[in-house]
């Protein structure tokens, strides 16, 4: 219910407890919604009413930013109709259920208020007479928080709360107050906060584009005024809306915006300058000024050089120490080459600008974002603010830039002179320029592997179009710096002077105080930009690490906690050269006001009872905020550990240390790491290893197999490694001729590298089957593309024997056939320059038999212990190879895709080889080592943390490694060079070595955009392309391989490339596919993606396709149309039914209507029967012609029609001729365009057969390969039923048939369609 000249909380009454005074407009419990946190107080009435005939005193107390006022000088000049839409009450429970009831205050009423007199104070009681009301009113005040504003930060709701109670003697009245308050913030994108339009045209219209934007959560009002113009009537410039209508205000919703577009159109020469403020009506705290400045000139025509790109430029929020690149494009628009010249102008200090021209298409060269190695000592060069400033006493202190490389394509031409200096033109603050501004680059480093030239001026030929990349680095600031971590919006200007360039090269200064003709007819262009510069800080706590005392062979962790102090992400990484700590050394990414725990580990050797070291913390974009960490402990032996390093030593690879550090690991990956087990006696020794019993699934350690024992002679297990290796090796290579059909690719090229080897060269060898080691299963169809290269074997480097000669650097694929393989089958494929391992498979009449493993007596002194020698020499290289280039964090920088496919494949290589060698029992499960006297022996360690994408994997993986001495201590004590001199009753005297083995986990998850990919009908032999969607769930990158199954359908899926290929962290790939199927019906096939890391990650999706027979005949229309015609009559116009043998095949068709009793009447009780002229034989056929044949003729029609305009005879005659011949006749005639007629439409009919099967209604056509026939069809309407009345310009509608003779299920249908 409203009450009329009161708010709408007027009618919302309560009593107190005891019923002796009631309140209206203040609920028990009120929620005041949409406040906004401006400093101003909300207002809120409420009434009073004194229900005793007596007298009353009720006290007013209040708690929170609340306060009660009785006499309110700006609600009592609120007009009665303003009274009425005060108050919003939007939720009103009943009075029973004292619910909350939510209301909102007119925030338009309230700007009109005056906070004077809301800065009064309020008052505690209020007196009422018997049976009176007072009304009084209620203030809430949000104070705003202390936050950092900033264009793109979001501003929420807050909550606040307050209580009011009104007592009356006993009798009690609470009221429970929350608000909801946000802060209203008015924004504008691009942040430039001016236009600058350079050299314009009069009567040429010009426009920009600005947004204004609400960044809060709740609306606003906003108002746009002139502060400051040149030209009070704003005549020539116009501010629209999105309906171009003019715009000066409006309101914005939650998050809202809207365009404001600048349109400018000058009427006479001169500068124009107008300044506008952009206020927010619900704060005045929040306001903009935009700048809108014009120059222009006397010219009439249009520019010479036309800006392609955005005609604002904004980085965005940007990080000190990284480079950040934008594209501007140009184009010459006029008839003559141009000469671009650059400078810049604004705010520029503490940046460093450099740029690079390249031609339109050519790919840009990004800046590289180097490590912190190489990028830091450059930073001091590139402060350009530190320089001094260029002057003309100084001429000779201007830069020279010379320009030796050129830009990418060779398009553009770049200026490479010395230019003095001229103050004519401003000079940014940290920015060198010369002549006319044009050295607004100063020395820069071009990126590391890219070419990149850096100009000051650039020539654009005409109508060409150039793409400048402009290159923005911030330097760090001091932590002393006002803005040390915190957003500096810094604005700037580039503007371009284009003029008609003399010659090929630029012309020589001009004397000093006159103009050249250049200068004098230069164009301008202005190019606003901005960028939010902020500098990372971090802090780490504590500044010393104190382990105390640690026992030798103890493991002890304190932890780093590393804070970011700015308003950006910031990246560490910790810097340590040390045997005895460690700590990740991976880059850390820590969010804005956040921190990360560093764990640093503690695992001494030796006794020291002063061990110092420290730990650097760099920060890899801001290096000015490095910080050292010193890391101090006392080494002790309690448990006499370190007598272990009196007789052998632990080596990793080289240095001695006590433990192993796998680095980043994904979980359900394999790596491997090499420790070499140094004895220090002069006799043999013996070591027990073991693993703890909780992770000996996670790792394992394993020796390699000795080559010789002590007298020399080969080893047994060096004979089996011999002959089983080449076997497994030559079994992976069978599984690739699993699927011997070719892929069909359907317009997809194959390379040549991939192409099929003879299928005689494909048949299988017969070797006797290798029993398997368990656990260990051989999948060699994992890394060989079984439908494409039958001949890849593996991407291994080998050795050469010793009398073979290496081969050149080139790209070979081993051949796996038996007839071809011989020992000088080589695999190579690096050709980097670097120092590639080769080596030879020995053929298959050198394998060792089983007899000749097991007997060496029998064996050949020279060929067969040579062979031996070799397998094993080459097995010994592929661990090499795998224990240098196995990646867990494969790389995503690659100089082109095949080079990305080479590594992918070589990775899946490695991790399958790592198989090999376990299965052929070159590594051997070490379970005790001997060590002969002063000799090594290495150890492998191999981990695989297990680990599932449900359950969140540790951080941290921390194992240990156990060593136990055999041989009694005291029997060893002589042989060593020990001073120590230590009396031992038994080896159990001497404890167990513990080595520790250490890796951070990482999540390698793969998932699929689409795990069906349904294709829908197709035909036999008709190509489509599809694509998977492969994204990657993790922060690491993924190393995918997609298969097939190997079946006959999967010789229809031809992948075009990214077969074997790299997902950055958290991005997807499209792996484009062609499907062409080869047989018709149901289709389905499995397509496995494999993730290269993570075993069981893989994922499969499914390829579905319904194919259908190939079209054995062409119909041209499937609907005929007839004339209006009487019911009974047929038809007076006939129509052409046109068929095409569509196989190299002789055809019989039948061609039938279908008659009334077989199809029933249409809806209008009327039916089409057709029929077929008598004289059908004699009718000549049309010819038909396909779509690739139309698109000729009619690309030929256009040349004609141009070739006729221009009177050139020669080319008519030429075109009539080939349209003559492609429209099926002998020659042309001559005329023009509108007079071209084919004279002779089809070849001779006479293959052409139709015979009458019954009446008019039915026929038999006999086709030959390739023809045609074009049959005249006329209808007649039939009546269902005479006494029917039927409606003039009713449709009606028939059907023909057509199938052929033998084949009734492939039918078309011909619909026929006439008004009765």
């Known amino acids: 219910m409203t009450v009329r000249g009161q708010p709408a909380n007027y009618a919302l009454l309560w009593r107190s407890a005891e019923g002796r005074f009631s309140v209206r407009g203040l609920p028990p419990r009120v929620h005041l919604d949409r406040v906004y946190t401006n400093g101003l107080h909300a207002l809120v009435p409420f009434w009073i009413t004194n229900e005793t005939d007596q007298d009353v005193t009720v006290e007013l107390a209040t708690e929170g930013p609340l306060k009660v006022q009785q006499q309110n000088a700006n609600w009592s000049a609120v007009s009665t109709a303003q009274r009425e839409t005060y108050v919003d009450v939007t939720t009103a429970p009943a009075a029973e259920d004292r619910g909350e009831v939510t209301m909102v205050c007119s925030a338009t009423i309230q700007r009109e208020f005056s906070e004077v007199f809301n800065q009064l104070g309020g008052v505690s009681s209020v007196q009422l007479a018997a049976r009176k009301t007072a009304e009084l009113v209620l203030l809430f005040v949000a104070e705003a928080a202390e936050t950092d504003s900033g264009d793109g930060q979001r501003y929420e709701y807050e909550t606040h709360g307050g209580h009011v109670t009104l007592r009356a003697d006993t009798d009690l009245y609470d009221v429970t107050l929350r608000a909801s308050t946000c802060r209203s913030v008015l924004e504008m994108e691009p942040p430039t906060s001016r236009i600058y339009i350079d050299d314009c045209v009069i009567g040429r219209t010009y426009e920009r584009a600005l947004r204004v934007r609400n960044a809060s959560a709740i609306g ?453 790491r090499r420790v070499n087990l140094r004895n220090v006696c002069r006799c043999p020794l013996a070591i027990e290893v073991a693993a703890d019993a909780a992770d000996a699934g996670a790792f394992s350690a394993y020796t390699v197999v000795p080559q010789r024992d002590g007298s020399g002679r080969l080893t047994d297990a060096a004979c089996q490694v011999a002959r089983r290796l080449p076997l497994l090796e030559r079994q992976a290579a069978m599984h690739s001729n699993i699927e011997k059909f070719k892929e069909r690719t359907a317009g997809a090229t ?332 149901a289709y389905s096939e499995q397509i496995s993606i494999a993730n290269v890391l993570n075993a069981r990650g893989g994922k499969k999706a499914t390829l579905k396709a319904a194919v259908r027979r190939q079209s054995k005949f062409y119909i041209q229309s499937l609907r005929l149309e007839f004339d209006t015609l009487a019911p009974g009559r047929p038809s007076t116009d006939v129509q052409v039914l046109a068929i095409k043998n569509m196989t190299p095949k002789t055809r019989h068709l039948i061609v039938k209507s279908l008659l009334a009793s077989e199809d029933g009447f249409s809806d209008v009780g009327v039916v089409l029967e057709a029929r077929f002229p008598p004289n059908i034989a004699a009718a000549q056929p049309t010819r038909l012609l396909d779509r690739e044949t139309e698109e000729k003729i009619e690309s030929l029609e256009q040349k004609l029609k141009i070739a006729v305009r221009k009177n050139r005879p020669e080319k008519v005659e030429k075109y009539q001729a080939k349209l003559a011949k492609l429209r099926g006749s002998g020659s042309g005639g001559n005329g023009d365009s509108d007079s071209i007629q084919a004279t002779d439409a089809v070849p001779d009919p006479a293959g052409v057969q139709i015979r009458r099967l019954a009446d008019d209604t039915q026929l038999e056509v006999e086709l030959p390969p390739g023809g045609d026939v074009s049959i005249p069809v006329v209808v007649t309407a039939r009546l269902a039923d005479p006494k029917v009345d039927i409606k003039t310009g009713a449709n009606a509608l028939g059907t023909l048939v057509v199938h052929e003779v033998k084949d009734k299920d492939n039918v078309k249908l011909v619909t026929l369609a006439a008004s009765v």
């Open 220 to 672: 606003l009002d906003w108002t746009m005024t002139v502060v400051e113009t040149t030209d009070p009537s704003l005549s020539a410039l116009q501010l629209l809306d999105s309906d171009m209508r003019p715009l000066s205000g409006g309101h914005l919703g939650a998050r809202g915006d809207t365009q404001v577009l600048v349109r400018y159109t000058p009427h006479a020469a001169g500068e124009f300058l107008s300044r506008f403020l952009v206020e927010n009506s619900n704060d005045p705290a929040s306001l903009r000024y935009w700048v809108f400045r014009a120059r222009v000139s006397q010219r009439q025509k249009l520019r010479r050089v036309e800006l392609l790109s955005d005609p604002d430029i904004s980085f965005g929020d940007c990080t000190s120490g990284v480079w950040y690149s934008r594209d501007i494009r140009f184009k010459n628009v006029s008839d003559t080459p141009v000469v671009m010249r650059l400078r810049v102008e604004g705010n520029t200090g503490g940046l460093t600008m450099k740029s690079a021209v390249r031609a339109d298409g050519a790919s840009a060269s990004e800046p590289n974002t180097a490590d912190a190695d190489a990028l830091f000592p450059t930073l001091s060069e590139l402060i350009s603010s530190r320089r001094p400033s260029i002057t003309d006493d100084n001429p000779s202190d201007a830069l020279t830039v010379t320009d030796d490389v050129g830009s990418e394509g060779g398009s553009a031409e770049l200026s490479s002179r010395v230019t003095p200096a001229d103050d004519s033109m401003p000079v940014g603050d940290g920015v060198r320029t010369g002549e006319s501004g044009r050295r607004f680059v100063a020395r820069a480093r071009a990126a590391r592997g890219h070419k990149t030239a850096l100009f000051d001026e650039m020539l654009i030929k005409p109508g060409a179009v150039r793409t400048m990349t402009l290159s923005l680095l911030g330097n760090p600031v001091s932590s002393t710096s006002v803005s040390a971590g915190q957003f500096e919006r810094q604005s700037f200007t580039l503007f371009g002077e284009s003029s008609t360039a003399v010659g090929t090269q630029p012309t020589t200064a001009p004397p000093p105080g006159t103009a050249s003709n250049s200068e004098r007819n230069a164009e301008r262009l202005s190019i606003p930009c901005t960028a939010n510069m902020c500098t990372p800080f971090v802090r780490v706590v504590p500044p010393l690490l104190d382990f105390g005392s640690v026992d030798v062979g103890t493991l002890k962790s304190l932890y780093l906690r590393v804070e970011n102090l700015s308003q950006v992400a910031a990246t560490v990484q910790c810097k340590l050269e040390s045997k005895v700590i460690t700590c990740t050394r991976a880059p850390i990414t820590i969010a804005p006001q956040q921190s990360v725990s560093v764990r640093v580990d503690s695992y001494p050797r030796r006794v020291n009872a002063r061990y110092r070291k420290q730990i650097i913390v760099r920060n890899i974009h801001n290096r000015l905020n490095d910080s050292v960490v010193e890391v101090r402990s006392t080494h002790v032996d309690r448990r006499r550990v370190a007598f272990h390093n009196l007789f052998y030593q632990t080596l990793v690879p080289a240095n001695e240390q006590n433990f192993v550090d796998f680095g980043l690991v994904p979980l359900n990956a394999r790596s491997l």
């Open 750 to 1081: 194959v390379p040549e590298a991939a192409a099929l080897p003879p299928r005689s060269s494909l048949c299988p060898v017969a070797v006797a089957p290798v029993p398997r080691t368990a656990g260990l299963t051989l999948q060699p169809d994992m890394f060989i593309d079984k439908s494409v290269e039958q001949g890849h074997v593996c991407l291994m480097p080998f050795a050469p024997p010793r009398n073979q000669a290496v081969l050149p650097p080139s790209l070979e694929y081993l051949d796996i056939s038996p007839a071809t393989a011989t020992r000088r089958n080589v695999v190579r494929i690096r050709g980097n320059g670097s120092s590639d391992i080769m080596a030879a498979v020995p053929p298959e009449s050198a394998l060792l038999s089983s007899e000749a493993a097991n007997n060496l007596d029998m064996l050949p002194a020279d060929e067969d212990v040579e062979m031996i020698v070799s397998v094993i020499e080459r097995a010994e290289q592929i661990l090499e190879e795998i224990i240098e280039r196995l990646d867990m964090i494969p790389q995503t920088l690659f100089a082109s895709p095949e080079a990305e496919n080479a590594y992918v494949r070589r990775q899946v290589d490695l991790h399958k080889y790592i198989d090999l060698l376990v299965e052929s029992g070159f590594l051997r499960p070490a379970h005790h080592v001997r060590l002969t006297a002063l000799g090594t022996e290495s150890l492998i360690v191999i981990l695989q943390p297990a680990g599932t994408p449900d359950k969140p994997a540790p951080l941290r993986f921390d194992a240990n490694l156990y060593f136990k001495l055999v041989d009694r201590p005291g029997d060893l004590l002589p042989f060593t060079d020990s001073a120590a001199v230590v009396s031992f009753a038994s080896a159990d005297q001497l404890p167990v070595r513990r080595f520790l083995v250490q890796a951070a986990l990482v999540q390698s998850e793969l998932e699929l955009g689409q795990k069906s990919i349904n294709v829908g009908n197709m035909q036999v032999d008709e190509a489509c392309r599809k694509y998977l969607v492969i994204q990657n769930r993790s922060e690491t990158p993924l190393m995918y391989a997609i298969r097939k199954t190997g079946s006959i359908a999967s010789g229809d899926i031809c992948f075009v490339d990214s077969r074997y290929g790299i997902v950055r962290g958290f991005d997807s790939r499209k792996v484009v596919f062609v499907f062409s199927p080869s047989l018709h019906g």
